[in-house]
Each structure stands twice: as C-alpha cells, then as structure tokens.
C-alpha cells in the first residue's frame, strides 16, 4: 500500500558529498516523522537523522554540522545532504517513515536501502 524508494547512493571519495533521496508512494493520507536510518557491515543499524512535519530536525552527534536533512511535504519527498564524508559514514542507508494510511490507519515503512561508500 505504501513504497519508500531511496535513490542517490554511491561511491563518493573521504571529503565529498552525496544527497540521497527517499519517495514515498500510495494510498498516504499524511507523513508524520521520516527518518534516515544506517547499518555498517558488523554493527546495529543506528538513526542518523530525523525530520518531523514541521520541519524539526534530529541529528546524531557523528553527523551534525555535515549532514542536513529535509523534506517536501507535497511531494512525500525526504533528502539527506551529505557533506564532509568520511569512511565511517561507508554504510546502508534506510528511509523510515510513519505514514497514516487512507482507510488502514497508521504504518511504520521502511525502504530497501541505497549503500553508501566512501573510500578513496
């Protein structure tokens, strides 16, 4: 019923950018808080950042000051820009978003991933 779709991943060189970006489609009624997610080869998968429909933004503390996360509402579109890149942000990076859905209510969804490596 809904479809998170990331896109934008790749491999980037210790110092460059990336923007991801994750599109949601189906029956959405509303978007509540989207967020992007990360798993490392070996380690737990961790919130990067997160973005309410308001606009109120979250950033864990490895990537605050380099990565900036933002949406559009009218397009059910969510962005990470990426900045500063350094081999310890080489990881899956998942879209997550509470999305209420028309006549189901509301649903936890999760995209299938776009990888991210940042090696030289």
């Known amino acids: 019923q809904v479809r998170l779709v990331e896109s934008g991943g790749g491999l980037v060189q210790p110092g460059g950018s990336l923007r991801l970006s994750c599109a949601a489609s189906g029956s959405i009624f509303s978007i509540n808080v989207m967020g992007w997610y990360r798993q490392a080869p070996g380690k737990q998968r961790e919130l990067v950042a997160s973005?309410?429909?308001?606009?109120?933004?979250n950033y864990v503390d490895s990537v605050k000051g380099r990565f900036t996360i933002s949406r559009d509402n009218a397009k059910n579109t969510m962005y990470l820009q990426m900045n500063s890149l350094k081999p310890e942000d080489t990881a899956v990076y998942y879209c997550n978003a509470d999305v209420r859905v028309i006549v189901v209510g509301n649903l936890e969804v999760w995209g299938q991933g776009t990888l991210v490596t940042v090696s030289s």
């Open positions: 973005i309410t429909s308001g606009g109120s933004t």
